[in-house]
């Protein structure tokens, strides 16, 4: 069955005065309907600009080298500006880190979301209004009606951005974008926004691609996760599988970074170095400046994302893959690291030779707090 977003061998740069940047390169990845699927990496691996191009949003110095982009099978990359613009209003939907500048300052909060259904949705001036209350209600804004009228200075950071949850949700999406939604926030805040977007998720059946650099926010919020790295995805999984098993050291990296309740660790674990210049990347696997396990075959071979059980090349179909030489017998000393989650210590799956897999499943927990 056709999935309702496909990308394949999605390859974007720009050309700066410095020199070319290849920000996202090969990226391939499917969403499901009404799945939530989490992208994450730290800043500069590509996952905005790899949302914007899936949007036909990268403008110049930016260009769209190579790769397909299908959205219920529709080829998105060979419509017209017009076709285009009536998916991205009508079927998918974008939700911007910062809330309050994508809230037009000079509207009330409930002109803008009714404006927008109107437009979209065709309905009468009254019948928008009165599905923008419903909508503002419905995503905990305290006495809708009243606060229809109020203009974005006078919401929170947290009702903004519930607001533009609204705003998305108004013309009944089948996808809505969700590029660091709650970064702005403070924590109990961005809590209360992502239990938030996961109920709406479910409620509305809409599928969801929430893009973050904190592999802790989508834990308890996405179904299947992409870890991207340097433009490139190094691994993608079933969230359960990536928490419990991550195949890739940088996942297992990013894993280690997160704090959890009773963590008793002096400092918290960082992967060491910074992201490399997407302008000159390390060659071989651009992971290898900061990987622990690098060996030389890294600094020559790029390594393929494959599926880590038998080393064959990942399809779209494909659940679980990952970019690392381990994989495809290129390493000599092997992977050997281990994870905390929930307090317990998950030494990594061995995929071949009949290793232990610890398979303590809960997801991890949020607390509720308010956003006024
Ligand atoms: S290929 Fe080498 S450098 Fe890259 S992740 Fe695997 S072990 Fe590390």
């Avoid at 309702?4 to 050309?15: A, Q, S």
């Avoid at 209360?192 to 919020?221: K, N, P, S, Y």
């Avoid at 000159?280 to 890294?298: I, K, Q, T, Y």
């Amino acid at each position: 069955m056709t999935a309702l977003l496909e990308v394949e061998d999605l390859t974007v740069r720009f050309y700066t005065e410095e020199g070319v940047v290849t920000a996202v390169d090969g990226l391939s990845y499917r969403i499901e309907a009404g799945e939530t699927f989490g992208v994450v990496g730290e800043s500069g691996a590509g996952k905005s600009v790899a949302a914007l191009s899936v949007l036909g949003l990268i403008d110049d110095p930016g260009r769209i080298e190579r790769g397909e982009v299908r959205f219920k099978g529709e080829d998105l990359r060979s419509m017209t500006d017009a076709e285009l613009r009536s998916v991205r209003g009508d079927e998918i939907a974008m939700v911007f880190q910062d809330a309050r500048a994508a809230l037009n300052p000079v509207y009330t909060v409930g002109e803008q979301i009714a404006e927008t259904i109107e437009h979209h949705m065709g309905y009468d001036p009254a019948a928008a209004r009165d599905r923008a209350v419903r909508l503002l209600d419905r995503v905990g804004i305290p006495e809708a009606g009243t606060r229809y009228s109020d203009y974005p200075h006078e919401f929170s950071g947290g009702m903004c951005q519930r607001a533009t949850v609204a705003m998305a949700l108004s013309c009944e999406p089948d996808l809505i974008v969700a590029d660091e939604p709650t970064t702005a926030l403070d924590v109990t805040v961005e809590a209360r926004v992502l239990d938030l977007l996961a109920d709406l998720a479910d409620e509305f059946d809409v599928a969801v691609q929430l893009i973050t650099h904190d592999l802790g926010v989508i834990a308890g919020t996405c179904d299947r996760a992409m870890v991207m790295y340097a433009g490139e995805a190094v691994e993608r999984a079933p969230i359960e599988e990536l928490y419990y098993d991550p195949k890739h050291p940088y996942t297992a990296g990013l894993m280690s970074a997160i704090p959890h309740v009773g963590d008793d660790r002096d400092r918290l674990q960082t992967i060491p170095g910074t992201m490399p210049d997407l302008i000159d990347v390390p060659s071989g696997c651009r992971f290898h400046p900061r990987c622990p396990f690098a060996e030389e075959a890294c600094t020559r071979t790029d390594p393929a994302l494959v599926d880590p059980e038998n080393g064959e090349a990942a399809t779209l179909e494909t659940e679980r893959a990952a970019a690392c030489l381990e994989y495809t017998e290129g390493l000599t000393g092997g992977l050997d690291y281990s994870v905390e989650v929930d307090g317990e210590t998950n030494e990594r799956a061995e995929d071949d030779d009949g290793g232990e897999d610890d398979d303590g499943r809960e997801d991890e927990g949020e607390e509720g707090g308010s956003d006024e």
